[in-house]
């Protein structure tokens, strides 16, 4: 199994109980060894480019991306990356309310490598967590 090759996720979640609910999902799956949280779109950028006060942040080797966030939307995090010859590279599993196909089409434009739509069940997303696993496998496979 090549989970472990995944060390550094960064979850980008400005709702706590997603945010709170998702993490502990992610602590009990082989993915949560190194999770870092930001709040909003911004955060993620600066986490990203290493900018402060984020100057001593590992890469991520994924990236799950709430859309709806506060500062700059996720969809605009998602072109920001896309148009880095850097970042462009780290997959991006946009995760959202909305199963709106326009939401869903602009993320693969923007080259989300995934998309799923949050369960109306907090207790739900270690599903999530299972489908970002098996995400995972096929990427490294
Ligand atoms: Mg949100």
Known sequence: MPLHLLS???????????????????????LGNHLHLVRDGA??????????????????????LDLNLPKIPGLE??????????????PVVVLTT???????????QYQAAAFITKPRDLDDYENVVHRIELFWLQLTA
Do not use: C
């Open 8 to 30: 550094q996720i960064l979850l980008v979640e400005d709702s706590p109980d997603d945010a709170f609910f998702l993490q502990n999902a992610l602590e009990e799956s082989r």
């Open 43 to 64: 955060q993620a950028l600066a986490f990203l480019r290493r900018d402060p006060p984020f100057e001593l942040a590992p890469r991520p080797n994924l990236v799950i």
């Open 77 to 90: 995090v998602l072109k920001a990356m896309q148009a880095d010859g850097d970042l462009r590279r780290i």
């Open 98 to 108: 909305s199963s709106a196909e326009e939401d869903l089409l602009t993320s693969f």
